[in-house]
């Protein structure tokens, strides 16, 4: 697996050693060890989430502000623009973002850590999306930031689109209101 770091160093492209040949293909999408080897980080994940989503559908941004979630993202069917914003108020780059393009065609996984917020806007006709996460979902302490806080400033790529929010997700809080990390 290939692993580089982001603009915010934390948050991580995991890229997967594919073994293919004109029958299909086959990679190891997740080996304990091998994750935190190449990471250098020492998380054990705990519960795996499965979802799917329409076109235009915007969920996010999730985090939970006790039992902090890790997650380890990727998408296998379709494709999406998969977020994650430092909601570390210590950390050097608080308040700032990274976006990548995940597809069950490019294969490339996101290293979420504790403290970020996390979201996606699935941009195929539909999506699958995966991730493993290193505490159990405590709906309790789940936050929602806006996704479209115009401090933060997520690019999105959202021309012609209208994206489908939940509820939830229409009521995000601005990052000057939410309930952060220390």
Sequence with gaps: MQVTPLAIPDVMLIEPKVFGDAR???????????????????????????????????RGLHYQIQQPQGKLVRVVSGSVFDVAVDLRRSSPTFGRWVGEVLSAENQRQLWV?????????????????LYKTTDYYAPAHERCLAWNDPEIGIQWPVAGIVPALSAK??????????????
Aim: aromatic share 16%; hydrophobic share 40%.
């Design 24 to 58: 299909g293909f086959f990679f190891e999408s997740f080996n304990q060890r091998a994750f935190n080897e190449a990471t250098g980080t020492n998380h054990q994940f705990v519960q795996d989430n499965h979802s799917r989503s329409a076109k235009g559908v915007l």
């Design 113 to 129: 850590p504790p403290g970020f917020g996390h979201g996606f806007l699935v941009l195929s006709d539909e999506a699958e999306f």
């Design 169 to 182: 997700d229409a009521a995000g809080l601005n990052i000057g209101q939410a309930e952060l990390f220390p």
